[in-house]
């Protein structure tokens, strides 16, 4: 199972980014896609999630600015972001929670980050 996130870059404060990641391979049952991110000598952090179920969950930091959507045929997951605030500069991270063809056992999946960065 690989996923690849693209979209990331330099901005200026009060600007937009749309984060996308595909996952591919040989996953079989995904039970949510999401975005982490972690900032310089911070942990990781969730930034949004969307389950196969249709919900959504948003860190309060993001909430309003930041919206999570997912295209479950194409196995891909976005992120818009707007109102990007300097505070926001981090790498972030593609994750999901699923299961790989074959078996029955839920794993988490990571992509490779992808560097964001606000300038104020």
């Known amino acids: 199972v690989q996923l690849q996130a693209s979209g990331g870059g330099l901005v200026q404060a009060g600007g937009s980014l749309r984060l996308s990641c595909a996952a591919s391979?040989?996953?079989?049952?995904?039970?949510?896609m999401g975005w982490y991110r972690q900032a310089p000598g911070k942990q990781r952090e969730l930034v949004a999630i969307?389950?196969?179920?249709?919900?959504?969950n948003y860190a309060d930091s993001v909430k309003g600015r930041f919206t999570i959507s997912r295209d479950n045929a194409m196995k891909t997951v976005y992120l818009l972001m707007n109102s990007l605030k300097p505070e926001d500069t981090a790498v972030y991270y593609c994750?999901?929670?699923?299961?790989?063809?074959?078996?029955?056992?839920?794993?988490?999946?990571w992509g490779q980050g992808t560097l964001v960065t606000v300038s104020s």
């Open positions: 994750h999901t929670h699923a299961s790989a063809r074959g078996t029955s056992h839920l794993t988490n999946y």
């Open positions: 391979g040989s996953i079989d049952v995904i039970i949510s």
């Open positions: 969307a389950t196969s179920g249709g919900s959504s």
